[in-house]
């Protein structure tokens, strides 16, 4: 069977990210927001209906992970938490090519805003913070500190949630 062209490409150009694949990295005061806009051929209401059961699904730990949802003017407000994991070298591990590692995991905890209209969605992680019990805001100078295979990590694992947003809502309802 033969499938045009044409229908293939409606398929294909349903959802995609606007420009970069990743989200960009933005610094305001010191703070460190994540963003990234998606066209879509969907409307603002198909938009919300996938947007909030993908928080629902991935943030069902929370309770009410939804703060706020506008459906008039396409903006959802959540809240997220989510584990990433990183390598740490003990102290006392000489330094060699097979120096000693431990695993570790934090967490981190973050806002999610949701902004959709026709054909368009954007999505916003700010008011990042990682710790367990000690929470610290996720500020730009953290990349000059010691941890820096951490703040990858971090990183990475904020690329994967974006990511993880965008393959939901180019699923088929």
Request: net charge negative.
């Amino acid at each position: 069977m033969k499938i045009p062209i044409a229908s293939t490409l409606v398929l294909l150009s349903s959802f995609f990210p606007s420009g970069n694949t990743t989200p960009d990295r933005i610094v305001v005061d010191g703070l460190v927001t994540f963003e990234q806009t998606f066209e879509s051929s969907l409307a603002q209401n198909e938009l919300m209906l996938k947007s909030k059961a993908w928080i629902e699904k991935k943030y069902e730990v929370l309770k009410d992970p939804v703060q706020l949802q506008d459906d008039e003017n396409g903006i959802i407000v959540a809240r997220g938490v989510d584990v990433y994991l990183y390598e740490v070298v003990l102290k006392d591990a000489p330094k060699r090519k097979n120096r000693e590692t431990q695993n570790n995991s934090s967490m981190i905890r973050f806002q999610l805003t949701i902004e959709a209209k026709d054909n368009e969605i954007k999505l916003v992680m700010n008011e990042i913070r990682n710790g367990g019990k000690v929470q610290t805001p996720y500020r730009d100078e953290m990349q000059d500190l010691t941890k820096s295979d951490e703040i990858r990590n971090i990183e990475s694992k904020i690329h994967q949630i974006f990511s993880s947003f965008s393959a939901v809502l180019e699923k088929e309802m």
